[in-house]
């Protein structure tokens, strides 16, 4: 069964009664961020019951030592991960002499969450019943703004019920945090200075090693009744702790509370010295524009957010609450600022896969940004790949490449492999060929051919030549094969000439030669300036070619589809269908080794390669190879329903395709996989996206110009989203009787529906 405690609700997330059991999991979903800094929902008084503690700070990290017990030559030497940053939300309260813990309370009673998606605001409310006999209401509502993204808001409630109170708030700052995954149990933070005066307080920490410099800090103000009341403050310091105590009464039936303005400046924006500057700078801007109009112009903020990338969807309150949390988690990780940061697979959810960046933002994560954002936003994205090529190159090396081959690495924060398993490491060589396809698919989209002689060609000649050195002539096979590798489908491991990855290098070998004979063309003093600096030869390409045009391809005659793997039929074939529900998800059930040898399918991986190069294939071949596939695929990764939703509305099948978009779309609100309380899976998030834009919408760019080939699940009355296409912003609205478009820009645009051209003028909606 999956959870269903998440309320149906077009525009939030709602839980309501308190669960101890469900506490860490709603951590996860109702988790908040700005881009710059996030956290998981935790408390903000005190809970002595299971937790996960997590504040994250954007582009600050620290290089874990990898752990094993065994070394090869190549091998990553860290594993970077995002940092627990130091804590500023937390809150004491004292009533009546008790301190407030909802695990110790007598009785919890109308607790509730909301996760406001439509204004960007975290709120939760509850009553107890205190040991003490004290009964209280409490709200408390969150928001890290989105235009001050260095500062974080809090108002704090408490209203006395059955009697008078006497209430101490005490907010405090902590800089004694750890991570859950640490391997080694590292200090990972050195506090430099704790400091207090008139209301404020700094802790100023650096990380270990990578020697990041942040300033937590704070400031509070008391209210009784919405009256300013903030009374003379004590305060507890201590080496990684400052605590202020404000004592107020409050009678029975009235409300005090506690607006703590706080959060972090970071050495990434400031000098390491002037970071109590810089927080005290925020801290006067922030409490000037006062808690009210803070929470109003955060609300203007999503509202123009919501105006370019909503989606709604008509009849089906599940599947809009859907969309809606998955665009909204998008947009609280990354909004596109800062080349120097990318998008992390749990965001600012949780700590694992270290926060760093996957091929998921080229696969998944560009298409949404350039649809959504300006284009400059997803060129961000490929520079950031750019900056790190001579990285990539030195990765190659380490591996025995040479001649400038670049193997970009499958998990970084600076350019250098951090990942800690061997078979991703050095197999999951795949990685390299999405980075390819996102400057193809960019420059396909924008229009931007000019990114391609400014820094792209220079990352396609480095990845061209990673493929030619990686593959090796078979005089068996009389091809070309690529051995030893580890493709989409990670339940497949250390597998000779996997289908997606060959093809893959083929594609990526053809793209760089033609793109360099069109910068040659068409850009002749980028091309000199490229060919000088790489040292790249029309031999050399021709060398290339040579792998390009000969590479094998494993075959079945017998099934007519190309196979994942050359042993892949040497399985014992039973589909999903035929395996207990008890044994899944087979990644908590059975051993690594046994799921080596099943057929199992941890994500697409043929029809993956079928959604990224669907130009090579037939809709026939489409159909032939979903039909096999797709029985064994677990999509026990979060990257494999929105593909396989994709392909299924592609081949018309669309109760399969609006199953499969349930599924990405409300992975983690009902915790499909079982894992939602260590963070969210926010780079899928931009599948579930794709999934109805190029799966219901059947959006394509061909030939410079927009295609759409529209579907609607039964279950839908009407659905609409908009792309900025060039500049231009297009709306489509799809019902069951018509598809129509209204555009947004200063000159039409000729685009295509079922095969038909039409010209759709400019409008203003």
């Not at 400031?219 to 009744?225: G, H, K, P, R, T």
């Not at 499969?660 to 009902?670: G, K």
């Amino acid at each position: 069964m999956n959870q269903d405690y998440i309320k149906p609700d077009p525009w939030s997330i709602i839980e309501e009664g308190f669960d101890a059991e469900k506490v860490k999991s709603s951590e996860s979903l109702f988790s908040i961020g700005n881009g710059a800094m996030g956290q998981r929902a935790n408390f903000e008084e005190d809970y002595s019951g299971e937790t996960f503690q997590g504040s994250y700070v954007a582009g600050v990290y620290y290089p874990d030592k990898t752990r094993v017990g065994w070394w090869k030559n190549g091998y990553p030497e860290y594993f970077a991960k995002v940092l627990n940053a130091p804590n500023w939300i937390g809150l004491k309260v004292s009533v009546n002499g008790e301190n407030l813990d909802l695990h110790h309370c007598k009785e919890v009673k109308n607790f509730r969450r909301e996760l406001n998606m439509k204004e960007g605001f975290y709120r939760r409310s509850f009553e107890v019943t205190m040991q003490n006999g004290t009964e209280i209401a409490v709200t408390s509502t969150r928001i890290l703004h989105l235009d001050q993204d260095e500062l974080g808001i809090i108002n704090y409630e408490v209203t006395p019920l059955n009697r008078n109170a006497e209430i101490v708030f005490s907010p405090y700052l902590d800089g004694g945090i750890t991570n859950e995954d640490s391997n080694w149990d590292d200090k990972f933070w050195d506090t430099l200075s704790v400091s207090e005066a008139d209301h404020q307080a700094f802790i100023r920490s650096m990380t270990m090693k990578t020697e990041f410099h942040i300033c937590t800090y704070m400031q509070s103000e008391v209210y009784l009744n919405k009256t300013n009341a903030t009374p003379e403050y004590t305060a507890n310091l201590e080496d990684r702790f400052v605590q202020f105590n404000y004592a107020i009464s409050a009678p029975q039936g009235e409300t005090a509370s506690l607006r703590k303005y706080a959060g972090y400046t970071v050495s990434l924006d400031h000098a390491p010295d002037a970071l109590v500057d810089a927080a005290k700078a925020t801290l006067d801007k922030g409490i000037g524009n006062g808690y009210e109009n803070l929470k109003k112009s955060q609300a203007e903020a999503w509202t123009s957010i919501w105006e370019m990338a909503d989606i709604t969807i008509e009849g089906d309150v599940e599947a809009q609450q859907g969309i809606r949390f998955n665009i909204f988690q998008l947009n609280q990780t990354y909004l596109g600022k800062d080349a120097r940061l990318n998008i992390g697979p749990k965001g600012f959810t949780g700590e694992k896969y270290g926060g760093s960046t996957y091929w998921d933002t080229e696969a998944y994560c560009l298409p949404f940004y350039m649809a959504t954002k300006d284009h400059e936003v997803a060129r961000n994205l490929l520079v950031y790949r750019h900056n790190h090529l001579q990285k990539a190159i030195e990765n190659a090396e380490k591996l025995g490449f040479t001649n400038g081959a670049a193997l970009y690495p499958m998990v970084t924060m600076n350019g250098e492999e951090c990942h800690n398993e061997w078979e991703i490491t050095f197999e999951e060589i795949h990685r390299n060929g999405a980075i390819a396809f996102a400057i193809y698919n960019y420059v396909r989209y924008t229009g931007d051919h000019g990114y391609v002689p400014e820094k792209g060609l220079e990352v396609l000649i480095g990845i061209a030549r990673f493929w030619h050195q990686r593959a090796n002539f078979s005089t068996q096979k009389n091809k070309y094969v690529i051995l030893g590798v580890t493709g989409p489908n990670e339940y497949e491991n250390n597998v000779n000439n996997n289908w997606y990855t060959n093809f893959t290098a083929k594609w990526c070998i053809e793209y760089a030669a033609s793109e360099i004979e069109k910068v040659k063309e068409e850009y002749t003093s980028d091309y000199e300036r490229i060919i000088s600096k790489t040292g790249v030869t029309e031999l050399e390409v021709s060398e290339w070619m040579k792998v390009a045009s000969d590479m094998y391809f494993p075959f079945s005659e017998e099934h007519n589809i190309y196979l994942q793997q050359d042993s892949f039929l040497d399985k014992e074939l039973i589909t999903v269908a035929d395996l207990d529900r008890s044994q899944r998800p087979i990644n908590q059930q059975w051993s690594w080794d046994r799921i080596l040898r099943s057929p199992y399918i941890k994500q697409a991986d043929v029809l993956q390669g079928f959604y990224f190069y669907e130009d090579h294939f037939s809709q026939e071949e489409l159909e032939r190879h979903f039909d096999f596939y797709e029985p064994f695929t677990v999509h026990e990764s979060s990257l494999s329903p929105c593909v396989h939703s994709i392909q299924a509305a592609k081949l018309g099948r669309m109760e399969q395709a609006y199953t499969f978009y349930l599924r990405t779309s409300r992975l983690d609100l009902d915790d499909y996989n079982k894992e939602v309380e260590e963070g969210c899976h926010i780079t899928s998030m931009a599948g579930t996206w794709l999934s109805i834009v190029e799966g219901f919408g059947g959006m394509r760019v061909r030939d410079d110009h927009l295609e759409f080939h529209p579907r609607i699940p039964d279950h839908w009355k009407e659905y609409t989203f908009k792309v900025n296409f060039r500049g231009q912003i297009l709306k489509a609205t799809i019902t069951r009787d018509r598809n129509s478009f209204e555009l947004s820009g200063e000159q039409p645009l000729t685009i295509k529906v079922n095969g038909v051209s039409k010209i759709i003028e400019p409008t203003t909606y």
